[in-house]
Structures are given as structure tokens and as C-alpha cells.
């Protein structure tokens, strides 16, 4: 299970940050994905950590603004969002994956509820 918090009103140009926290899974055996999904858009790849903490892939539209981080003894991946975007409103979504294409969801087999973004302009 996978269970995603941190969502919420953000004004543009402001920061939030996105919490995803594991449970049921060992945790530090997975690498972590974060995706969003704006409505009548395909989900699409916003951040990645590989399990050890060590490697991480951000899409081009979150790289210099965004970090994501795992603790892998608390169980839990953060999106730390800065800069923020109107085009960054969206369903955030974190995901857990073994292996396979980073960018892609069907690399994941482990998904959270998602937990939405809204900005203000």
C-alpha cells in the first residue's frame, strides 16, 4: 500500500511538498516513481529515485525545480516542488517498480492514491 499526501492550494511560484509513505512492501527493495495526471491528459513521469537512494530521473519540465528523496527507515518518497507552474496542476500519483523503463507506468506495480495540486495564478 501505498499512501500519498501533501497535496493542496499552491500559489504560482510558490513550493509544496508531496509525501508518499509505504507500507505492506519492503520498501527498500523498490524504486520510487512519482507521475501526474491533469484532467483529459495521460499520466505522465514527473520524478524517479532508484532504491538505494542513489540515482534519480526527473522528466525535463521538473528538472532545476523539483527533488524528490526516499528514507528508506521511515518508509517514505517526498516531491519537494518549488518554482511551481500552472501547468503543474494535477492528480500526483506515487508509484513503486522493481524494474523496467522509469519513465514508463508500466514499469510500476505499486501505485497511491494520488493527491491533487491545485495553483493559483
Known amino acids: 500500500l501505498m499512501l500519498a499526501s501533501g497535496g493542496g492550494l499552491v500559489q504560482a511560484g510558490g513550493s509544496l511538498r508531496l509525501s508518499c509513505a509505504g507500507s505492506g512492501l519492503t520498501f527498500s527493495r523498490y524504486n520510487m516513481g512519482w507521475f501526474r495526471q491533469a484532467p483529459g491528459k495521460e499520466r505522465e513521469f514527473v520524478a524517479f529515485?532508484?532504491?538505494?537512494?542513489?540515482?534519480?530521473v526527473y522528466a525535463d519540465s521538473a528538472k532545476g525545480r523539483f527533488t524528490i528523496a526516499r528514507d528508506n527507515d521511515k518508509n517514505t518518497v517526498d516531491l519537494q516542488m518549488n518554482s511551481v507552474k500552472p501547468e503543474d496542476a494535477a492528480l500526483y500519483f506515487c508509484?513503486?517498480?522493481?524494474?523496467?523503463?522509469?519513465?514508463?507506468?508500466?514499469?510500476?506495480?505499486?501505485w497511491g492514491q494520488g493527491t491533487l495540486v491545485t495553483v493559483s495564478s
Open positions: 529515485i532508484r532504491w538505494s537512494g542513489r540515482g534519480t
Open positions: 508509484a513503486a517498480s522493481l524494474g523496467g523503463r522509469v519513465t514508463d507506468t508500466v514499469s510500476y506495480s505499486i
